[in-house]
């Protein structure tokens, strides 16, 4: 057994970190929240009236920003709390999806039950030629 670990190190090593890049999102989903695709954050806003909350900085919301979707920006977002609805599901959106994730953490140790970040951001959003105001 120990001759067959050394010979095959490198497999092991390849395993563990494919391992590794397989879980990290279910983490990130525990620790943060579901990451949720441009289509699946469509219908949440269509079927159950989901809140759009934008975290980029305002100059940034201007230059484009999604339909409906309302500009709380990330370093503020703990000063209109009581302006969100906690019933209803949110959707952060920012550049890339990584910047929602403090968001979305804050937003969970709050009480909101549902909170999404939207996948890859708006630059997923564009990817899939969805329009932005």
């Known amino acids: ?4 670990l050394q010979q095959n190190l490198m497999l092991l090593a390849v395993i563990v970190i494919a391992l590794i890049a397989l879980l990290l999102p279910m983490f990130n ?3 943060y929240a579901p990451e949720v695709s441009p289509k699946n954050a469509i219908d949440m806003i269509n079927k159950r009236k989901a809140q759009v909350i934008d975290v980029r900085k305002p100059a ?5 920003h ?3 979707s309302v ?4 370093d503020h977002i703990q000063n209109v709390l009581k302006e969100l609805d906690r019933t209803r599901p949110v959707i952060l959106i920012d550049q890339t999806g990584a910047g929602s994730r403090p ?15 939207l996948e890859t ?3 997923g959003w564009l990817k899939e030629k969805l329009p932005l105001e």
């Open 71 to 74: 500009n709380y920006p990330a």
């Open 121 to 123: 951001g708006l630059i």
């Open 29 to 31: 989903a525990k620790r």
């Open 103 to 117: 968001v979305a953490k804050l937003l969970r140790g709050v009480g909101f039950a549902e909170v999404y970040i």
């Open 60 to 64: 940034e919301f201007k230059r484009g």
């Open 66 to 68: 999604i339909a409906g």
């Open 1 to 4: 057994m120990l001759q067959f």
